[in-house]
Structure formats: C-alpha cells, structure tokens
C-alpha cells in the first residue's frame, strides 16, 4: 500500500518523462567515469528508461523450446545427421555491455545445443567468435563467455575467433544485385550447417546483420559500412528505416540461399546496474538516502582515483541482465520475434522534439570493452549511437544543439586502437568530411600491414574501424547544428571533432540558448540504461 | 597522395630472429675446421667480450669496427659455405613464430621487402631468400685475395647510416619513403624507423618501447 506522499508522485514514477520544476531534485549523468549532479533548467524533459522487463524464469527452458518449435523451419535435432560440419558461430564481447554476469547467455544455449549434437553424432563442431573487424577477444575473455566446461573441451583449436585477414579464409558465394559481395567465412561457408548464437543489446543487432557482418572480411563489410548507408539511414537502430539494413538484408539473404543457416537470437533487459550502483536505475525522485549515500560515496571515491583505476573499476562491474525472450530458425522470423522483444523493453514515447538534447556519456561503449573511450568513441557515442537512438523521428530537431557531457581526454589505448591514433591525429586535422576520409585514406589503414598484423595476432580493432566509427556518426553530424563538450579536459580533443566547449553543463546550456532562445526545449536523454525514444508522429 | 610502390625494411637481429651478429660471429669462431683454430678463435672472442660490451656501450659504430676485425684472415669460400649451415643450425631455428606472418602481410600489402641489418651479407643472405625477401641491406665485408681484411666497405650500416641507406634506396628503386614501412626492436634503430612514413616497435627494447609510447608508434610481439 503506498502512503499518501508516494501516491502524489505516483504519475511522476511510471510515465517516462519527468518535467524539470523549480523543487525538482538534481540530475545524475555520466561524465566518462564521473558521475556529474546537476541541476537543469526548469522546464527540462527528462527521458527515463522503462523498468526492466521481468526476466524469463528459467532460460535454458526457453532456449530448448525455441530449438525445438523454431520459426519457419524444422527443429535443430531434425537438422542434425551423422558426420555433418557444423559451425556454432558467437556475438563477441562487444554485446551487451557492460558484459553480463556468469552465465553469459551464449554459454547458457552451448550448453543446451552441444549435448544435442553430441547425441546426433556431430563431431566435426567448431565455435567461432564472429568478431568481424573487431579485436580479438582474449582467452580469458573467451573462457568467461562459455564457461570453464567448454572452454577447455574446444579451446583453441576449436574455438576461436573469426579471422577476417586470414588469406582464403573467407569466400565469396554471390553478388546481390545491387552490387554487393557476399563473402563469409569460409568455414561457415563449408559447413552443413552453421548455427548463430546472437545476443540482441539494441535493435540495431542481429536478423541478417549476424553473419552477413560478423563473418565476414573487409570487402564484405565495406558494402554498407559507408558514409551513404548512414546518411540515408533515419536511423540505424530502426531496421526498416536503415539504408544500411536494407544492405545487410540483400547481403544476408543471398546468404541463406548458399548456407544453412539456424539462429539462436536472443534479447535482455535493461537491467545494466544493481547493488551499489542500482540507484542509477532510478528517478532522482525516487532516491531514497541510501541511495543518495551511494551517489555521493561513489562520486567522493571517483573523484580520489586516477582515470586508469576509475575504468578498472567500472569494467569490473558486470551488468545484472535478465535474458526475456530467445527464437530460433530461419533469419527473419526469428529476428522479428526479438525485435518485438527489444522494442518493447527500450521504446519510450514522446510527442515532441527538442532544440538542445543533454545526453551524459558513460565510460564505455561497444568498442572498449577493458579499454579507454578514445575521442573517436566519445563522438561514435554522441554523434552514433545516442542521436540514432530514436525510432520515427529523431529528439533533436535538425539544426539543434547537443550538449554531451565527458573529459574527452586525449587518450587512445595502444594495443585496441592503434589505427585510431593515426586517423586522428593525421588524418583529421586534414579533412572531417567523411567522404574524403573514405575516398582517400580507409583502405590504406585497412592495407597497412602493421595494423593487419595487430589485429591477426594481437587484440587491436582492424585498421578500417576508426573509420566506420567516424561513419557512424555521419547522420549525427549532418543534423546537429551545433555539439557542445562540455567538461572536457581540453580544446584540441572537440575542436578536432568541429566541437565547440564548455566548462559546465551550465555554461553549455547558455551557450544553447543564445542560439535558440530562452524559450527553446531543452531534453535529456537519461542514459544508460539504454532507451530508445518514439516518435511515430 | 602519391601513387608511387612502398617497401617495409625490417631489421633483423632482435626484429625477425632472436639472434644478433654475435651469436654468427661465434658459430664461425667455433668452426674453423681446425681443432687448434677453433679453440684458439673460441678463446680469442670469449677474452674480448668485455671489450665487445664496453664498446657497444659507447659507440655502435666503434664496436662493429672492432668486432668485424676479427674476422681478418678468414677465407671467403669458408665463411659463404659456414653461413649456410649458419642459417640451418642457427638462424632458422631463431625465427620468431610471428615473423613469417608479418612479413607476408607487408607483401600483401604490396610493399617491397626489405631486410636491414647491421649484420655481414653473407650471414642474413640465405635467411633473406628464406623469408621472401626482395633485397637486403646489410655490411659488406672487404675481401683480398680470398681473404676478409676485418675491414667492411664503408659506410657501416647501422644506426642513423641505417636511415641514410633506406632514404637513398627508396630513391634510387623510386619508392614512397613518406608511405613505407619500417620495424625494428631496438632504440639504436630510431633513425631507421623515424625516417619512414609507418614506423613500429617490434619486441622492442625498453629505450624503444618508452620512444613508442610517446610518439603513439604500433608496438608489434612476434615472439609468440
């Protein structure tokens, strides 16, 4: 029974916006591994996350029954004969993030589809991270994500992660008709039977985009990993608005008309903190004194450690997801399942666009996982994945300002992102114009054979990433009229990115409203946990 | 941006092998077909090691000179029959497992290989082929009559001469010294890997791996 104070905030506690007021608690965002109290103008909609979706009571239940009642085809032991190849092929350590806690669901459904096709008399069995142009995941990385059991019984001769500079080892099975190569690895290519064990974070994850992207090489890649893919998507976390899906799908369908190809998909909550970091769950409303203890026991230890530490520390939180839906079958059907799923747990409507949106960035994203966000994955985290988090259209009104909030600190790490270094600091004082990047300078990073060699044996990023990461944010930078930094550490970092500064949120913030007036909506978009806004207006 | 082809000059002692010019200088030293030759050249270098160590801690260019020396006397057809047993007793064996990928790579990458090394021709020529290489630039040891006079034709390739002599051939062959490549393990190489447009520390020596870290160059490990 609620006492009469919380009935009060009842309305505040369950619609997704809460409207700034002058009694109104202050906001907490993230600022890399700060976290920032602030207090914003009134008149402010902040955009919350929906609660986390109840998780599935018993997931390897679920994973059985999705194997065995999968979408359009039969179920996995009806496909599984003597003798055959298989390939079990794994999202990498890029989803979710932060990494979930032991179990991971990959180990969950290996656990589940090993036996089965150790019954069926299926030997030839490889696992094979499908890391595309991603670095290479570490043993110990590799051992957290399936488990102890299996690591050792497949490690590393059969288990291992995809290749993608490996001479011969992919092939090309066709060209689409709008030109595309359709190449994948050519394990899977041989295989009588190639089986994805997907995890959806976002709905931008997974369908097609599984294999056609994560098993492939660079000229496979390259097909829509472009500066026009991302122009003409609005946006990349909505499939049926992305040019670069639209891609993906021609890719992934000349695919299963060469392979035979059984997906695992499955999709999690947005429960990304709890124990001494739940209160980032919550509404600044909703914070009672020990969580307000927590914030300020957090930021008073935050603000006493170095940058390094700060990191260590928060990479060594997993997440505390919940698996709520797992399909399995053919692509499509299975991957719409999930959708279903991921939209219903992420989408938050709203009825407006915003002159300034205030997004706080967090200290990691899909591309440093035990490593720095480097300024290039500052701006792959504004001008990428925070703007395209919108489904119709966007929060900010095209010309409107984004204030982010982070150090942006020159720092790379040597061994992930050594082809970030040169394309940032030789490549971008030359030109930001994506196109000009792509057109003179992408395939000499992904040529040079020092990073290809990195990428082979070390766990660096292929040379061509940092320029999908600058892609990325492409249709960011195309709407935005302005971006603001504000905290950052220096000048040369934003100005870099076309960035102006800022040395508060404040501050920013009257910067914005010079430019769009005292009147001008203001929103901030309260992540992580992660949401997408809808705006099917 | 310039059209022109591009080459990668790796070193080789310490870069692609796990030996250096000593460990050559010894196997000639303890197979002097002779008993007697063997054991008075193998005492000869053994006595003068500390005078190798003191000099290489002062000059580079003063120890190559003084450890060349003792190859005075020696016949050229023992020394070029020797390296090829040098190269299958020695060399092969110390390849890096890493080696042969990285180099490939370059290759693929349409870059000339090039080995640049402190050491004599001879000794690096078979492992040059070896590893695909498509020159070698390396100290030329001066033959008289059949015989090494100790003396090695000028200008002695190591450190900054190192860097002067990739300058002059990227000329010469028309290659794109701002687009080639250049690795190496050692901070004596810094001429060599700061005069090429991509340099990278390779296994690198802690004087480089501090170098390496201030200028943001790729470090590389090929031992494993």
Redesign the interface.
């Known amino acids: 029974m609620r006492d009469p104070k919380s009935l009060r905030r009842f309305y505040e506690t369950t619609e997704g916006i809460v409207t700034i007021d002058r009694d109104s608690p202050p906001r907490v965002l993230f600022s890399g591994e700060d976290l920032l109290v602030e207090d914003l103008p009134v008149g402010t909609k902040v955009i919350y996350a929906k609660p986390p979706v109840q998780g599935l009571p018993n997931v390897k239940a679920a994973i059985r029954r999705a194997i065995n009642q999968p979408e359009g085809c039969d179920p996995l032991h009806a496909l599984l004969r003597p003798g055959m190849k298989v390939t079990i092929a794994l999202d990498d350590i890029s989803l979710p993030l932060p990494p979930m806690r032991t179990p991971d669901v990959r180990q969950e459904v290996l656990e589940v589809i090993l036996p089965l096709l150790e019954e069926s008399g299926v030997d030839d069995v490889h696992l094979v991270i499908a890391i595309c142009l991603h670095r290479r995941m570490t043993e110990g990385e590799m051992r957290r994500m399936v488990g102890t059991r299996i690591f050792d019984a497949f490690y590393p001769d059969r288990y291992y992660n995809h290749d993608a500079?490996e001479?011969g080892g992919c092939v090309q099975l066709a060209t689409t008709a709008m030109g595309e190569k359709v190449i994948v690895s050519r394990r899977a290519a041989e295989s009588d039977l190639l089986i994805y064990v997907n995890l959806n974070l976002v709905p931008m994850d997974g369908g097609h985009k599984s294999v056609g992207t994560g098993l492939t090489n660079y000229e496979g890649v390259k097909a829509h990993h472009t500066p026009h893919h991302i122009r003409k998507s609005h946006s990349y976390m909505d499939p049926e608005r992305s040019e670069m899906h639209r891609s993906v799908d021609r890719i992934g369908r000349a695919i299963d008309e060469h392979v035979n190809v059984f997906h695992i998909e499955t999709t999690i909550n947005n429960r990304m903190f709890d124990g001494p970091l739940d209160f980032l769950m919550k509404r600044e409303e909703d914070y009672v004194e020990l969580d307000r203890l927590k914030l300020h026991g957090m930021r008073a230890m935050l603000s006493r450690l170095p940058a390094a530490a700060k990191r260590k520390l928060f990479h060594a939180v997993p997440a505390a997801y919940e698996v709520i839906a797992v399909a399995a079958g053919r692509t499509e059907p299975t991957h719409a399942k999930i959708l279903e799923a991921s939209w219903k747990q992420y989408a938050v409507d709203v009825d407006f666009q915003a002159d300034v949106v205030i997004c706080g960035i967090p200290f990691i994203s899909p591309y440093n996982v035990n490593s720095i966000l480097n300024p290039l994955l500052v701006q792959v985290m504004a001008c990428g994945y925070l703007f395209n988090f919108y489904r119709g259209k966007p929060l900010l009104k095209k010309g409107g300002t984004l204030i982010l909030t982070h150090p942006c600190s020159d720092a790379?790490d040597?061994?992930h992102h050594?082809s970030y270094?040169e394309f940032f600091?030789r490549l971008l004082p030359e030109t930001r114009d994506a196109q000009v990047l792509e057109r003179?300078y992408e395939r000499e990073l992904a040529?040079?054979?020092?990073?290809?060699?990195?990428y082979?044996?070390?766990n660096a990023y292929h040379g061509a990433h940092p320029f999908f990461m600058w892609y990325w944010g492409e249709n960011g930078r195309q709407h935005m009229g302005k971006i603001i930094a504000a905290g950052a550490d220096n000048e040369h970092v934003p100005k870099l990115m076309g960035w102006d500064v800022a040395e508060t949120l404040s501050e920013a913030i009257d910067i914005a409203r010079s430019i769009h007036g005292r009147s001008a909506e203001i929103a901030m978009l309260h992540v992580p946990p992660i949401l997408l806004t809808q705006n099917l207006r | 941006m310039t059209d022109r082809p591009r080459a990668a000059f790796f070193d080789v002692d310490g870069t692609l092998v796990r030996t250096n010019i000593v460990h050559a200088f010894a196997y000639f030293a303890m197979n002097q077909g002779t008993i007697l030759g063997t054991a008075w050249q193998t005492a000869r270098t053994v006595l003068s090691i500390p005078l190798f160590l003191a000099t290489d801690r002062m000059n580079r260019k003063v120890f190559n000179e003084l450890f060349y020396s003792y190859y005075r006397g020696q016949s050229e057809d023992r020394l070029e029959t020797l390296s090829e047993e040098l190269f299958e007793e020695v060399l092969k064996p110390a390849v890096y497992p890493g080696t042969p990928r990285l180099v490939d790579e370059a290759r693929r990458a349409g870059c000339r290989i090039v080995l640049v090394t402190g050491a004599l021709d001879f000794t690096v020529r078979r492992l040059a082929e070896h590893l695909g290489a498509d020159d070698l630039i390396a100290n030329r040891m001066r033959f008289v009559q059949g015989r090494a006079t100790g003396r090695v034709v000028p200008p002695i390739i190591e450190g900054a001469h190192k860097a002067l002599a990739i300058r002059d051939y990227c000329v010469r062959e028309g290659l794109a010294l701002e687009k080639s490549f250049a690795y190496s393990d050692s901070f004596s190489d810094y001429p060599m890997l700061a005069v090429v447009g991509h340099p990278a520390a390779v296994n690198p020596d802690a004087r480089l791996a501090r170098v390496a870290r201030a200028y943001e160059w790729p470090v590389i490990r090929t031992e494993a």
């Open positions: 500079e001479p790379f040597p061994e050594p270094i600091h003179k040529e040079n054979p020092t990073y290809v060699h990195m082979r044996t070390g």
